[in-house]
């Protein structure tokens, strides 16, 4: 297939795209590039993908209206997976028009373009997020979800929400994929593993929240891009879905999936395994919980199992340890830091 995926030098994006390349795919990446974190790690990413003959980049901004569609008019893909988001819940607090650009005027550009261009299957990245404060473990994709706690999660919510109208109206099929923690090599800065490894190894303290009274489901990245691969292979039809949320079911080509190890890792279990594989001790400062934050993360992987045979298993002490091996080879610890 020729598949356009979006965020093709973030984290997942990149990952995404190689192994769709693998397998034979023609993938064209689109990426703004932006300095929410180090943009070295972006280029170095996307050095990996540029040699290979069946990809093309574009730095292009999902905001361009007029170049995501010259994009699409182009290209004539059959396929689009779109990773690109302003990413992050704790940066939603300090810069919340970034995630109205990109993940809602961005997100609607797509749209648009997919309606318009045949687009045979459009995936998208939702989050964990959108659960909210929600007590009901494991988190079911037939839970209401109507109470995010961070503008983040409700970009993410209006998403499926613009999705769902998009392939009702338009009969594009549609497929949201609602990712728990993930992690791995060329991972995000951003995130508790490469804050807490860097820290570690430099010898600074870490921020423990909540008092380390936190689960999170923490998913190998290889685990997160077999599903989103088999995910694409699977095009929803209009009225399969058998999801019934407040008593009503879509008959739109709607699917929604969570991708989640389905096995959530203490807080303070996560930091034992760092200190265990980089041989120091942390030194923790103990913190309140953050706005936005949820003590849990918890996914329900039935339907994902059910339709596509796939469930993440990738245990955290094997994830943890190739993340640290790449990390020492990418940034030459022993060396420098």
Request: aromatic share 12%; net charge negative; glycine share 8%.
């Amino acid at each position: 297939m020729k598949i356009l995926v979006t965020g093709a030098a973030g984290f997942i994006g990149f990952h995404l795209c190689q192994r769709l390349l693998e397998r034979g795919d023609t993938v064209v990446g689109i990426d703004n590039i932006n300095d929410y974190y180090e943009v070295s790690l972006k280029e170095n990413r996307l050095a990996q993908l540029k040699p290979q003959e069946a990809f093309t980049f574009y730095q292009l901004d999902l905001c361009d209206r007029p170049g995501i569609e010259k994009l699409f008019s182009d290209h004539h893909f059959d396929a689009v997976a779109n990773m690109a988001a302003q990413a992050g819940v704790r940066y939603s607090l300090e810069n919340p028009y970034a995630y109205v650009d990109s993940n809602l005027v961005g997100f609607m550009n797509i749209l648009e373009c997919c309606r318009h261009h045949q687009i045979k299957h459009l995936v998208f990245a939702s989050s964990s997020s959108v659960y909210g404060s929600n007590k009901t473990v494991p988190f079911s994709v037939e839970d209401y979800v109507d109470y995010p706690v961070s503008l983040y999660a409700a970009t993410k919510k209006a998403n499926e929400l613009m999705a769902h109208s998009y392939s009702h109206l338009y009969n594009i099929p549609v497929t949201g994929l609602r990712f728990f923690t993930v992690y791995g090599p060329w991972g995000r800065p951003d995130m508790a593993m490469f804050i807490f490894t860097k820290a570690i190894l430099a010898d600074r303290p870490i921020n423990i929240f909540n008092y380390g009274d936190m689960k999170r489901d923490f998913t190998y990245v290889d685990d997160v891009v077999e599903g989103v691969v088999r995910v694409i292979d699977r095009i929803p039809t209009a009225g399969e879905d058998g999801t019934e949320i407040g008593g009503v079911k879509t008959t739109a080509p709607y699917k929604v999936y969570n991708i989640g190890n389905n096995k959530p890792v203490e807080l303070m279990y996560l930091i034992e395994v760092l200190e265990k594989l980089l041989g120091k001790k942390a030194e923790k400062n103990m913190l309140p919980m953050q706005p936005g934050d949820l003590a849990i993360t918890y996914a329900n992987v039935d339907s994902l199992i059910e339709d596509v045979g796939f469930q993440p298993s990738t245990p955290i002490e094997v994830g943890v340890e190739r993340f640290i091996s790449w990390y020492k080879s990418y940034y030459n610890v022993g060396s420098r830091e």
